[in-house]
């Protein structure tokens, strides 16, 4: 790859997981919202929350910004963060903002070390002196800066009334992360605003679910060519579908990377005849990995099943029994019409496989481990093979 599609990828990449990352902030504020509020994306800003404060709305306007390069977004002389406040304070002077009633947050997942103008003024306690410190500060920069791309944001603070920017100034705030982001430690606030941190409720799944439905929506309402708005009440309500909808589930799913495998299991299961059918195929080391850790997970989460579950040997026995009828059909559709070398058949034959979870119970799985590692384990009992002669090659 050069380095111009390796520059490319690690854009798009950071700017999906820029977008990504006001999903993220959207479903926090949904979760700590009062009924009667209102969450948007992009419209006003990258979030918009309006709070029912009495008689009265609160509208907070928050700019996101999250990096995968651990770059810092607001300091002194960063054009985003100039970029944002021309932004505010064009929408403040065209009067689309009521200044009075409003806050201004500037979120990332970048924590900054050093000290900069915005996050002194974000500093519980501030006195005037700071606020005046800070716009002399930022004037200071915008007649004095060189750069081509932060000018015309620098001019909208120099053309703005001083009274303007300095009721801006007083009403932003900076949310970030004190060290490192643990996106891991962001969900669990969500979890517990949204009261599913009890051990009965599988709470990972359900805030996947929600997910899915906020980017669904999204994309829905601006195909259309509404806007991304979201209430509290809605996000509870789905919610609560959810945790009936997994009540009624005979077996709670867990997700991968909470079912922890040792290394030591792992080396145990490198000797092992599914590892040498996938050997027979050429798959690829990770792919082997990947295939040991489904084997280990779907094995321990069955045992767990059998033990906890409201699943009997005979779903067990049906769930294997269908993954191998799958099974069956692309090994002989591929044997007989696939011309190609053996191992690029095997190959074939295991890859369209494991597309399919098949259905435990009546439900289909949630998790590809479930399924991969059932198809792993019928392979280590010489119920199924992948390589076309697979049956005297592992005699």
């Keep these: 790859m050069s380095s111009l599609d390796s520059n490319y990828l690690f854009s798009a990449k950071g700017q999906m997981y820029g977008y990504l990352y006001q999903i993220d902030r959207a479903l926090l504020w949904l979760s700590r919202c009062p009924d009667g509020s209102i969450v ?4 006003d800003d990258d979030v918009v929350v309006r709070l029912v404060n009495g008689d009265s709305i609160e509208t ?39 200044i ?9 997942n970048i924590p900054n070390k050093s000290s900069c103008i915005v996050k002194t003024i974000s500093t519980y306690n501030v006195d005037e002196a700071t606020y005046e410190k800070a716009y002399c500060d930022l004037l200071e920069i915008a007649n004095n800066t060189k750069s081509t791309s932060l000018k015309p944001y620098a001019e909208k603070l120099i053309q703005s009334d001083k009274s303007v920017v300095m009721s801006l100034l007083r009403r932003i705030e900076l949310c970030e992360c004190p060290n490192n982001y643990d996106r891991k430690i962001f969900l669990e606030q ?35 060519g509404g806007n991304a708005c979201f209430n509290p009440k809605t996000l509870w309500s789905k919610r609560d579908f959810l945790i009936r909808q ?41 792919e082997k990995l990947k295939a040991i850790q489904d084997f280990l997970r779907a094995k321990r989460e ?8 409201n699943l009997t040997k005979l779903h067990l026995d049906e769930y ?57 384990e019928l ?9 076309p002669n697979w049956e005297d090659l592992t005699k």
């Design 40 to 43: 948007s994306i992009e419209t």
């Design 60 to 98: 907070i306007y928050e700019q996101d910004k999250a990096s995968v390069k651990k770059r810092y977004p607001f300091t002194n002389t960063n054009v985003n963060l100039w970029k944002t406040l021309s932004n505010w304070l064009t929408l403040i002077e065209t009067q689309q903002i009521n």
């Design 100 to 108: 009075e009633n409003s806050r201004f947050l500037l979120a990332t």
């Design 190 to 224: 969500i979890i517990q605003g949204l009261h599913l941190n009890d051990e009965e409720t599988p709470r990972y799944e359900i805030l996947t679910q929600l997910y899915g439905w906020v980017i669904n929506t999204c994309m829905e309402l601006w195909l259309s």
């Design 246 to 286: 997994f009540a009624q589930k005979p077996f709670i799913e867990k997700a991968a990377n909470l079912i922890p495998i040792s290394q030591i299991d792992q080396d145990n299961e490198k000797g092992s005849l599914f590892v040498k059918q996938l050997d027979l195929i050429l798959a690829q080391d990770d």
């Design 302 to 309: 069955k045992h767990n099943y059998a033990l906890n579950a």
């Design 320 to 376: 294997e029994d269908g993954l191998k009828e799958n099974w069956w059909q692309n090994y002989s559709k591929h044997r007989r019409l696939n011309k190609g070398e053996p191992a690029d058949i095997g190959y074939a034959i295991y890859s369209e496989t494991i597309q399919h979870k098949g259905r435990l119970a009546g439900i289909e799985p949630t998790y590809f481990y479930l399924s991969n590692g059932t198809y792993h």
């Design 379 to 387: 392979a280590n009992k010489r119920f199924i093979g992948w390589h």
